[in-house]
């Protein structure tokens, strides 16, 4: 998912792990991400060194979880840069 939206509200999923990918090398300090995950906001904001030259393509993550932790809904409220890329059963 680019941008924010809705990625899915009602039904449960299982989710294993979520992702957020640097996919054009565009996500730099103090990138944020708002995400609502069952009604709790979780704000993500990237504190990334002088150097990063070596930081790899995800800069952020949650999980793995096994098994994976029920999920009825999940909403990208702000994400500018990026991709989020969600795991689930």
């Known amino acids: 998912m680019e941008a924010a939206g809705t990625a899915w509200t009602g039904k449960n999923k299982m989710v294993r792990l979520v992702q957020w990918v640097d ?12 995400l609502t995950i069952n009604g709790c906001a979780l704000t993500v904001k990237l504190q990334l060194e002088a150097d990063i030259s070596n930081y790899g393509v995800v800069v952020w993550q949650i999980g793995p ?17 990026g991709e989020l890329h969600i795991w689930a059963d």
């Open 23 to 34: 996919d054009n090398g565009d996500i730099v300090n103090d990138s944020t991400a708002v």
């Open 65 to 81: 979880f096994s098994p994976g932790i029920p999920v009825s809904e999940f909403v990208v409220t702000t994400m500018g840069t």
